[in-house]
C-alpha cells in the first residue's frame, strides 16, 4: 500500500465553486499533511499545513485531517481561474516528503 | 532572497550518457534534497544531504549519485541514462532538525532523454 494516495483527476470547475480535494494516508503515526501547489513548468509551492487532526483555514483554503480515517481534504472557496494547478498532499513519511500522485484542477472562467 | 535556485532549467541527453544537475539552497539553509517528478506522478524522493554526506536515500539506483559543497550546495548526477529518467528533477532545501513543513523547492531542471 502506497504511503500516500491522491486521486489525480483531472478536475474542472466553473469560476466560483467549492473544490474538494482529498488524499489518504497509510500510516496512523503521521502527523504533518501538507498541501502545495504546482503551477505547470514550476516547483511546488507550500500552500498550508496541518498537525494531527482538525482544520487550518486560510483565506479561500481551508485544509482538514480526519486521522480516524486517515483522510486528507483541501476546499478551495470561490476558487478563481489562478487556482489553476497542480495541488500535492504530502507528510514527512519514510523519507523528508511523501508526496501523493497529485490533481490537477481547472477552474474554467 | 534568491530562494532555491536550479540550473540548468531545461537540457536534453541522449540515452547511455551522464549528466548533471545543480542547485543552491535558500540562505541560511544547510540541508538539501533532491527528488524526482515524472509526468503526471508526484515527486520522489531521491536523496538528501547535510554537512556534505548523503543521510538518506530513497528507491533509487546508484546511478544516481550526489554531492554537497561546504557552501550547502548540491549537486545530482546521473549516469548511463535511460529514456525512464526523463522527468523534473526537484531540488529542497530546508534546516537540519527542522521539520519539512519549512522545505522550500526550486523551479526544478527538466531532463529529457532521447
Known amino acids: 500500500q502506497k504511503e500516500v494516495e491522491q486521486d489525480p483527476g483531472p478536475l474542472s470547475v466553473p469560476e466560483g465553486a467549492i473544490v474538494s480535494l482529498n488524499c489518504t494516508y497509510s500510516?496512523?503515526?503521521?502527523?504533518?499533511f501538507m498541501w502545495y501547489r504546482q503551477y505547470s513548468r514550476k516547483g511546488p509551492e507550500l500552500l498550508m499545513y496541518t498537525y494531527s487532526s482538525g482544520n487550518k483555514e486560510d483565506g479561500r483554503f481551508t485544509a482538514q485531517v480526519d486521522k480516524s480515517s486517515k483522510y486528507i481534504s483541501l476546499f478551495i472557496r470561490d476558487s478563481q481561474p489562478s487556482d489553476s494547478a497542480t495541488y500535492l498532499c504530502?507528510?514527512?513519511?519514510?523519507?523528508?516528503?511523501?508526496f501523493g500522485k497529485g490533481t490537477r484542477l481547472s477552474v474554467i472562467a | 532572497d534568491a530562494g532555491v535556485t536550479q540550473s540548468p532549467t531545461h537540457l536534453i541527453k541522449t540515452r547511455g550518457q551522464q549528466v548533471t544537475l545543480r542547485c543552491s539552497p535558500k540562505s541560511g539553509h544547510d540541508t538539501v534534497s533532491w527528488y524526482q517528478q515524472a509526468l503526471g506522478q508526484g515527486p520522489q524522493f531521491i536523496f538528501q544531504y547535510y554537512e556534505e554526506e548523503e543521510r538518506q536515500r530513497g528507491n533509487f539506483p546508484d546511478r544516481f549519485s550526489g554531492h554537497q559543497f561546504p557552501n550547502y550546495s548540491s549537486e545530482l548526477n546521473v549516469n548511463a541514462l535511460l529514456l525512464g529518467d526523463s522527468a523534473l528533477y526537484l531540488c529542497?532545501?530546508?534546516?537540519?532538525?527542522?521539520?519539512?513543513?519549512?522545505?522550500?523547492f526550486g523551479q526544478g531542471t527538466r531532463l529529457t532523454v532521447v
Open positions: 529542497a532545501s530546508s534546516l537540519a532538525g527542522v521539520i519539512s513543513t519549512e522545505a522550500f
Open positions: 504530502a507528510t514527512p513519511g519514510n523519507t523528508p516528503l511523501v
Open positions: 500510516n496512523s503515526a503521521f502527523q504533518y
